[in-house]
Structure formats: structure tokens, C-alpha cells
């Protein structure tokens, strides 16, 4: 190694010897260009001069040589120049010499164009010999350093040569010493290289015992997921022999990656690691035919051939074993505690109220005791039940639909007694409408009173709780607000954690498991929702979770286009039915008698209704003779839907006017009366257009779904984007458009509304802006807001469409 770096070393002092040999050439060549360059200057300026004098063009031949070779030999002094210092004062002396040729030229001219005398004076001014004097200093100059650094490198050279012959005389004696120190430590290389030899077979006899006598099989797999080398214990839990397996897909034994794709991927191997290392409850196939249950593990390693993966597979039928065992024992738990601890609640519960006379006082406080703490173990037993059976997918759901408001309060109810003990008001914000969603009512009560509870365990004396149901748009978000400590930032991403536990409240408050959040989330999961919270400014936290709409938007946004009466005088029963037909977005009003029903039906047009056939004051058969008397004159059957707790009657199947679409004898399911209600209103809507309106105003929008009614169905939309949805979805008749709309000039979306066929449909303008004469020569009429009414606006509707009628 010395010898080659001694090599390497004066072979790079012989190219440093001849860098500087190619330097100093280089110097030499340099300084040549320069003198060159100002002695082609100088020639330049004798010819022009001689010219001047003369007038005789022959003399500038030496100028126009010069000018000719000046770019060569500028640009070849800046290709010899070895040096980085300079460079800067070469390109200022080219650019001085240009100036010197521009201005040599500039007399030229004049001597052409005006004469001796002026080129004369003008060169009496001086310019040019000042140039002339700049450009001789600068070359002066450069030659000057040059020559300063030829003699620094020639000096240099010197200096290396003589510590060149210095540092060979030292290396011949450090290589002697060398040698001799080589010597000894190749002789303990080798004694090394012997231990080391003897530390890895042994490290390979262990691993190799480790990997024969561990009771897991380990299986190594290639890429391609092909089985490579398998352990004793592989052989005795698959019934296979070593040989049998070698080069087979490991799906002969479990199926680790199914599907199509290379075996990497499909492994779930990304950049050195796997998605999913563990894999549980793997069904392994043996070689008599039988399955077992098996728990993978699965681990990388990358080898020169590619990456492998390593399996490492254990029998689950112990496990399993002991799972039935512990679920036995939990089921057991389920039966010996909670009923026993029923008892002893229900016992001290009695004993408190007086049932078996008054306690005294001491008495009292001791019975309160014991009551609280067997809540707080009964809860305890509650939660570790929900989360065993959360976590293997066991706790059933009643799902049924309900209103989210009624959660609320009773969950608030069951909190009452809780914060009245530290004097905390649960102020509740409801929505107005039903909150109509499709749950389990006593699990969503779990996770409002887990949020709840947690409020106002954490919240000061005498503060106040927020508990407010929003509907957003595709869900209902209940939001649980607290004026406590909020969420400390390293407790935040494990509060939804099994036996997760902030900060404990204050002791005379009962300590929680830390599992409500965890079966909360759980809970909220599985109704399709998503639990969150969030620190509020100044102090408290806000705890939320969702729940989707009952009826997806879509259907939601259908569905409001009808209105639907409901004649029944029991009011509960008259709220139940409006819950339900709330919850899939249909707007609905009561009406308790045939009066009412008479009323209503007169002021507005109903697609169906829905009748109880024993009213207040009379029998629910005269509503459908009042109906004559209303806007729809028998001019098509109503479709009707009967509520009743008797059979059905030929009396009202005789009535002119009705179509009977169901007879419901109550009670009902919900499902059939939807389903009744959504036939129904495919006949009643089945022969009248349909007008979409497009206006960013409500109260207009919706005065005109009731000036249509009994003339066309009406789709409503406030913007552009909502209206371009509604286009897909529902393809009107007609469209009534406003310009002036929250996203945009209404005028932009004519382009879109056509037909099927391509064809325009008809438009009717209705704004409160200024229309120009491009849009009114595409629509069919144009209405100003100020100076025409809704009556005005519904029979423009209705000309254009006869029109249409008319026409197909």
C-alpha cells in the first residue's frame, strides 16, 4: 500500500511538474496575444490616421486588417489566459478597444462625408488619443502581472522540485519501518482471522439450533413468493417434507397475499417495509387435507438476489382455546356480577328512599356511599363488556329510525342528577326540524351521556354545559361544549385510546375506566359518523360526533319538491308520521280535522295524502268530498294513503276524487308507509312537467312552488353549481332563471340547458336586473321582478308549456 501511494504520489508530482511546465507556456502565449492585440490597435490607428491626412482609402488597409483580426485574437487571449485573476481587465480592455474601433470608425465616416477639415478637428479633440493612452495602460498593466506571475509559478516549481527530493528520501525510510511493522501484522491478522472464523460457525451452529428447534414455523419466501427454505417446525405442523415444498407458492400452505400482481405488492411491501406486518387468525392448509387457524408475522430481508420475506407462523389453536375460555368467563362475569350487583343497587337504592323507614343521617351517608360505588362498578363491568364485544364485532345494534333530539334529552336527563351535585346548568340548543336519522337510540345515549359525563366532571362549579345538534349538510353533528382545562397537547392523540386517562378531576367526582371515549368511538364508527373534539379559545373543550342524514342528499333533495297532508286528529300519532316522512325530506302539515283539511287544501295543491279515517269532527271520508272544493276540482284522482286502526271501507273507494294507493292498519311500519307514499307520488307527478327554479332568494323561490301547485312539480336550486347538479339528476321542462345569483350571472348557463336531444328548453327569464338583447333572443320570455307578480310568472309558465303540448 506505501509503495502504491508513493506511486501515486510522485505520479502526481510529475502531472503537478507538468502543469506548471504548461503554465508557464501558457503565461508565455498569454502575454504574446496581449502585446499582439494592442499592436493590432495601434496598426488600426496609424492606418486611420493616414487616411485622415490623406484622403487616399488605400492607407486604411492596415485599419481594416486590424478590425478583421482583432475578434480572433480577443477571444484567443482569453482562451490562454491560465489564470483566473485578470479576466476582468481582459474584458474591459476588449470592450475599450470596441469603444476605440466605434470611435475610429465615427471619424472615418465623418472624413467621408464632410471633409479633411472636420475629421480634422474632430480628432483634435483628443478622444481617440485618450482611448488610445487608456488602452495602453491597461495592456501595460496586464503585462505586468503576467510577468508578476510567471515568476511566482517558475519560483514555485523550484520550491516543489526541492521538497519533491526531500519527501522521497523520508518515504524511503518510512518504508524500511514499514516493512518491518507489515511483517508482524500479517501474522496477527492471520491468529485474528482464525478467532473470527471460529466466532461465526459458532454463531452459525446457534442460529442454526434456534432455527431447527423453535416450536414456530419459519418459512423464507423470494420475491416471487415461492418457498425457499422451511424449518423442522414447518414440516410438523403442515404434515409437508422439506423437499416437498422447496420452489412452491407459499399460498400452498396459507394464503398471505391473495390476488393479482407481483407477491411484493400484493405482500404490502412499500419502500423496506410492510403495510401489515402481523396477520391473524390465517386459515393453513395441511397436507392430510385439514385446516388450521394460524398467526403470521411477517419481516423483511433484503438479500443480493432481491428482497425476502420472512414468515414466522404459529398454531392459533391454543389461543382460540384460551379466547373461548375468556369469553366464557366474561359471559360468566356478565351473569354473576351484574345480577347480584342489580340487587344490592336496587337494595341501598331502597334503603335511601325509606322503604324500610327512615335512616339516620350517618346511616344515610353510608348508604349513599355504597350506592355510588356500586354504580361506579356496575359501570366498570359495563364497559369492559362493550369493549371485548366492540373489539370482536360482537355488540349488536337496534338500529331503527329515530330523532337525534330525543338523544339529547334523555341523555341530558340521565346527567341531571350527576351535574346538580356541582350545581351545573345543561343548556341545550335543538334544531327546530327533526333530526331524523337511522340509529341505535339506547347506543347514541351512551355516547351522549359518555360526553356529558366527562363535562361535567371536568367543568368548574356552577358553570354551564352546551349541548347543540347542527345539520350540516349530508349529517347531524351533536357538539358537547364544557368550560373546564381542555385537552392537554400530549394527552390528545390517545384520548380515544383504551384506558386512556387525562388528568383526574377533582376527588370528590367519580373516577372514570378510560374506556367511554374508546367504546364511544367505537359506537359512533359504527353508525357511520366520526367522534372528534377540539380545544375552545379561553378555556373548555368541545367534544362532537355525526351522524348521516337518514335520507342521502339526494333523495333529500328530491323529496322536498312534494308536500304531503296528513289528516289525523291524535297529535303525538299526527307528529310520529310527520318524523317519518321528515326523515326522507318530504315537507308536510297537520291537519286534526276536516275543517282544517278542507282549508288547507284549498290555499295549497297536495300530491298525497295521508288519512285517518276517524277526525276530530267528522269521518275522514268527507276531507276527500271537501277536496272538490279545492284546486284540484276532480280534475285527477288524489292519490291517498289510509291510516286506520279498521279494515278497509268501500265507502271511500267510492269517492271520485280518491285513488287509494294503502290501507295502513296502525300500528304501521315505517318502511311500508314510505314505500306506499313513494308510489303515490309517481302517480300523482306522473303527468305534470316539471319546472326547475333558479333563484339565489328563498322566500321566492318558495312562493312559487305554491303558486305552481296543481300545475307543474318545481325543483328549486339558489346557484349555478346547485342548479348544474340538479340538470344531471332531474331534466326539467322548463326553467325560470334569475341572472343575479351568488356564484355567477345566471345568463352563463343557457349553453346547458337543453334537452336530450340537444334542443333548447324553454327559459323564462324572472330577475330584478337589466336584460340585454343577447339573452332575451334566447329565451322564451323575460319577466322584471318589480313589475310583474308571481301570478304573472306562473301563467307565462303555463302559456309556453301548452304551447309546447300543443306543438308535440
Known sequence: ???????????????RAEDGRILTRQSYEHRRDIEQLFSLVQDAETGQRGYIISGNRSFLKPYEDARARLPGVVARMERSNPHSEGRAEERQLAALIQVKLAEMQEVIELRDRQGFTIARDRLSEGAGKRLMDDI????????????RLLEANVRKNAERTSATQQLIWLAIAIIAAIVAIAGYMFGQNRRLRNELALDAADAAARQHAIFNSVSDAIILINPSGSIETINPAAETIFGYRTENLLRRDISTLVELAPGEGSFLDRVGYREGTLDHPARMDLVGHCANGNTIALDVVLSVMPLPDGVHIVAALRDASARKQVERLKDEFISTVSHELRTPLTSVLGSLSLLRGGAAGDLPPPAQRLAEIAENNCQRLIRLINDILDIDQLRTGKLAFDQVTIDLRDVAIRATQAMNGLADRKQIDIAQHLTDAPAMVHADVERLIQVTTNLL??????????????IEIVDETDRYVVRITDKGPGIAPEFAPHIFGRF???????AKMIAGTGLGLAISREIVHTHGGEIWFENVEGAGACFGFSVPYLANPADRARNRFYRILVCEDDADVGETVRTMLASKGYDSDLAP???EAASLARNYRYDVILLDMTLSDSDGADVLRALHTGPNDGTRRQPVIVISGAPPSREVEDIPSAEIIDWLRKPFDTNRLIHAVERALDRAGRDLPLVLHVDDDGDTRELFVRAMAGHGRVITAHSIDEATGLLERY???LVVLDLGLPDGN?????PKLVDGAGNSLPIVVYTAQDVDDRVRGNVDAVLVKSRRSLPDLVAAVNEILEKRREAA
Open 1 to 15: 500500500m506505501i509503495l502504491a501511494m508513493m506511486a501515486v504520489w510522485l505520479g502526481g508530482e510529475y502531472g
Open 136 to 147: 495602453r495602460t491597461r495592456v501595460a498593466k496586464l503585462i505586468a502581472d503576467e510577468s
Open 453 to 466: 359525563s366527562n363535562a361535567i366532571k371536568y367543568s368548574p362549579d356552577g358553570s354551564t354545559i352546551d
Open 500 to 506: 386512556a386517562q387525562g388528568a383526574q378531576p377533582e
Open 593 to 595: 280535522s276536516v275543517q
Open 731 to 733: 331534466p326539467p321542462d
Open 746 to 750: 345566471g345568463a352563463s348557463m343557457l
